[in-house]
């Protein structure tokens, strides 16, 4: 893949799709909106996961998660636009509203107990809560296996 | 990244995992480092981060230990 200019704009229309729909384009979505065959948008699509810039469910062309959105429903659930996304992870659920730059309601599980919890970003503020969240892996070891971190 | 209620449930949760613990950082430490990670994300000029750009804004938010060392950047 070659035409990298158009592989960036396949990367900003997943992202506003995401941002619009709470959800993926799907790869059939994609050929369409660039008017190109579903064979060229699965290699962009191929060529975006090499990158990281988004990430393939395995041995598909369907996006599970472009960072801090997830594809799948998580236990992150962020009420922001009106809409109802979710997050891959715990930093992610914070991170929807940063890339979003609105306010939020989020709704999360703890890892351990279980228990349903709170929270709010309101005019770039957290609502003070005790909460903490645990990186289990250092940054090099991120991207070994991305659903585990 | 995961989520709990106290320093007492991430124990909790190492042991039974049998896993060592990682980094904890407070609720407010990761909104500032989501700022600094995220609010460019749905950029068309974004086209992710090389190992140094990476490594700033880590310092940026404050986190300098070993922890956040890189092997090899992107995200």
Known sequence: MTNDSLLWQVRAFVYSHFADTTHPPSVEETAKHFNIGLEEAGALYRELHNRHAFFLEPETLTIRMANPFSGVPTDFTVHANGRIYYANCAWDMLGIPAALRTDAVIEAVCTESNETVQLEINNGQITDYDLLIHFPLPFARWYDDLVFT | ?75
């Open chain 2, 1 to 75: 990244m995961l989520l709990f209620q106290s320093e007492e449930w991430i124990d909790k949760w190492c042991k039974r995992k049998d896993l060592e613990r990682g980094e904890v950082l407070t609720i407010h430490q990761v909104w500032d480092l989501s700022q600094l990670w995220y609010q460019d994300r749905l950029s068309m000029d974004y086209h992710g981060r090389n190992i140094e750009q990476v490594a700033e804004v880590f310092k940026q938010a404050g986190l300098t230990s070993a922890f956040w060392y890189l092997r090899e950047g992107l995200d």
